[in-house]
């Protein structure tokens, strides 16, 4: 099995080359073929940030979105095998002085350097258990070198290799909406708990959120949840609240409380800069989950009739997606869950079996090389990678390692205070909320 990487430089080199039907529909952006530093470029003589190639790529950026310098033109320049020697050579003279995570959906290339593999909530974790290091390397997205930098010492320093790689998901619910609506919700609800010492609304944060929100959580009586305890988190917030207010991801609310036996109608969505957030406060009065309107691109993609397509292409296939899927997807597949929970189901099955799974490419393609005994394919045949994830180039890897090596901090994600103190009150909630 070829790298998501690779694939894409040769399904681009078709398409220049031949001019194929099939090979113009095999990658979503024939710019993802180019160095991520090429897009920092662009972006830079457009004079705006956004998202890049890749499943995210239509998202609009924030204007806050972190910028990333030019990359020294020598890691822009060397081989493949060069930055692979050079992020060894850093590694080794670096020892236990480093810790390297890297994301289930980051690029083969690099999660071959990572200490730790995983998803959001165990590397989260991974980030504890080593007290130790001087410096933590997140492979992954912004919030989630947030998250390590509020769970680990103050003296440790929590780098994310390329700055723009952020969440285009995370960045659909900022502080000030939210804070809006909440002001809004209080003005209708009141904040006196009911009869039961259940107060009118908790705030309940997915992990893909800015720790300013992770904070407002903290400390407005919420809580932080993940794709692997979105169930969990939401019985201790119906415990305590009348009715949830879930951000950013529609879909991971929906697909939660839905499972729990919250009906659709008491689920409204809550579009920001809209009157109500474009419902209404008899329909806001009667919900049980008020859904903020956030989604992730790439999990977008999936549609029912991919799922068709699997099943009648696969008599028997086991269809298995994330919970950032919409309903209908969720609700068309045999099993939904983390990226965790697909990796163990895969792990688990014990006759050679047919998988078709909704998520990100460059896991589905690495489980499919270490499961041969099965046949795994990613129900989107478009190879799409997450735009901000792909953007960890193990040239930037090197960069911030040989930085290290040099005594030199690059890229280092800093909460401020007093946010990483609420936020970590929501972030030990979930910890302590876990089944
Ligand atoms: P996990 O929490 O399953 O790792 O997912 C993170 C993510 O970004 C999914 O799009
Ligand atoms: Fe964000 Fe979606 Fe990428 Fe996950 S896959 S980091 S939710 S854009």
């Not at 220049?16 to 113009?24: F, L, P, Q, S, V």
């Not at 590397?123 to 001087?134: G, K, Q, S, V, Y």
């Not at 933590?136 to 440790?156: K, N, P, W, Y």
């Not at 800015?210 to 932080?224: M, Q």
């Amino acid at each position: 099995m070829t790298s998501v990487a690779t694939a894409i430089s040769l399904i681009t080199r078709d398409e220049a080359e031949h001019r194929t039907a099939e090979g113009a529909a095999s990658t979503c952006s024939s710019d993802l073929a180019q160095g991520p530093w090429e897009f920092d470029a662009a972006e830079a003589l457009r004079g705006m940030p956004a998202y890049g190639p890749g499943a995210s790529s239509a998202d609009v950026a924030p204007a806050s979105t972190p910028r990333q310098g030019q990359l020294p033109q020598e890691y822009k320049d060397a081989s493949e095998d060069e930055l692979h020697a050079r992020i060894r050579a850093a590694k080794e003279t670096l020892g236990d002085r480093v810790v390297v995570l890297g994301h289930f959906y980051q690029r083969d290339e690099v999660v071959e350097h990572a200490d730790f593999v995983g998803d959001s909530f165990q590397l989260a974790n991974a980030a504890l258990t080593r007290p130790d290091a001087e410096a933590i390397v997140f492979c992954g997205v912004h919030f989630m070198a947030e998250t390590a930098d509020i769970l680990s010492r103050d003296d440790q320093a929590v780098i994310l290799p390329n700055l723009a790689a952020g969440c285009s998901m995370a960045d659909m619910a900022d502080i000030d909406s939210v804070q809006q609506c909440w002001d809004q919700l209080e003005e209708l609800f009141g904040t006196e708990p009911d009869a039961d010492g259940r107060v009118p609304v908790i705030p309940v944060t997915y992990m893909n959120s800015s720790a300013a929100l992770k904070g407002f959580c903290g400390e407005h009586g919420g809580i932080v949840c993940t794709s692997s305890n979105a169930a969990t988190v939401l019985e201790w917030a119906f415990e305590r609240g009348q009715r949830v207010l879930f951000f950013p991801d529609q879909h991971l609310g929906r697909n939660t409380a839905k499972a729990m036996g919250v009906p659709l109608e008491q689920m409204p969505m809550w579009s920001p800069r809209k009157p109500w957030g474009g419902t209404d406060p008899e329909t806001l009065r009667d919900s049980r989950v008020i859904l903020w309107h956030g989604f992730c691109s790439v999990h977008r993609r999936f549609n029912v009739a991919q799922i068709e397509k699997a099943r009648a292409d696969y008599p028997g296939v086991r269809v298995i997606v994330h919970p950032e899927c919409p309903m209908e997807v969720v609700d068309a597949a045999d099993e939904y869950g983390s990226t965790d929970y697909i990796r163990k189901a895969i792990a688990a099955a014990t006759e050679p079996t047919v998988f078709a799974i909704g998520t990100e490419v460059n896991l589905v393609n690495r489980l499919a090389a270490e499961y041969p005994q099965h046949t795994i394919f990613c129900l989107d045949p478009v190879i799409c990678p997450c735009s901000t994830m792909y953007r960890i180039h193990p040239g930037y890897l090197a960069w911030v390692l040989e930085g290290l090596v040099g005594g030199e901090v690059r890229n280092r994600i800093e909460v401020a205070a007093d946010v990483a103190d609420t936020a970590r009150v929501a972030l030990e909630r979930m910890l302590a909320a876990r089944p």
